[in-house]
Nanobody, 119 residues
Framework: QVQLVESGGGLAQPGGSLRLSCAAS????????MGWYRQAPGKQRDLVAS???????NYAGSVEGRFTISRDNAKNTVYLQMDSLKPEDTAVYYC?????????????WGQGTQVTVSS
């Protein structure tokens, strides 16, 4: 069982920045692929970015060049740095962990953190 706790959401202006954090329990964090998903009202939950235990990253086209995913295996934490935010980035952001190198399939989820981009 892995527990994930997200933090760092809030309100930002268009063009602004936020950094999300996701702290994971357990001692084998480095063997988990970690991902950030987001879900806007009335829409499906979509993958934003993922990172493998050895640092290979993948991004959705809508955020590439603006968002950066990173992880600190010593702190069991994954981050999502969000720059040049747009109103369409408004959503609940969820952290996911899964053993192995693919983020797809069943895994563990955090409770979500709200990100609102508005002037």
């Amino acid at each position: 069982q892995v527990q994930l706790v997200e933090s760092g959401g809030g309100l930002a202006q268009p063009g602004g920045s936020l950094r999300l954090s996701c702290a994971a329990s357990g001692s084998i964090f480095r063997f988990y692929v970690m991902g950030w998903y987001r879900q806007a009202p009335g829409k499906q939950r979509d993958l934003v970015a993922s990172i493998t235990g050895d640092g290979n990253t993948n991004y959705a086209g809508s955020v590439e060049g603006r968002f950066t995913i990173s992880r600190d295996n010593a702190k069991n934490t994954v981050y999502l740095q969000m720059d040049s935010l747009k109103p369409e980035d408004t959503a609940v952001y969820y952290c996911k962990s899964r053993i192995g190198s693919s983020i797809y399939g069943s895994g563990y989820w955090g409770q979500g953190t709200q990100v609102t981009v508005s002037s």
